[in-house]
């Protein structure tokens, strides 16, 4: 095809690609929940990380042992979580003879 001179050869135009923006993806983990009766309320742990808390209920200790995860999670430097974080958690009963 021969081109006249001073005319440019027809663009398609393209569509404007709309701007990505990366979200973060939340991940969910499954970790340990020990929840221990002391005195009047409950006190929870996480062992994995050694992450605590405790409330008035069996129920509001485990969430606030939740939302305690999640700000170490959110707040805790990268190396510190894998430093802290246990891979293999073992939870079982002994028995054991006392007197």
Do not use: W
């Amino acid at each position: 095809m021969e081109r006249k001179p001073g005319k440019r050869p027809r663009q398609r135009s393209e569509p404007a690609s709309p701007q990505r923006y990366t979200v973060p993806v939340a991940t969910t983990h499954q970790l340990t929940a020990i929840l221990l009766r002391e005195g009047e309320g409950f006190v929870s742990l996480c062992p994995e990380v050694d992450v605590a808390s405790q409330g008035s209920t069996v129920e509001e200790a485990r969430a606030n042992l939740v939302e305690a995860l999640e700000l170490f999670f959110e707040t805790a430097d990268p190396t510190e979580i894998q430093e802290r974080l246990q891979k293999e958690v073992f939870v079982t009963r002994v028995e054991v003879r006392v007197g």
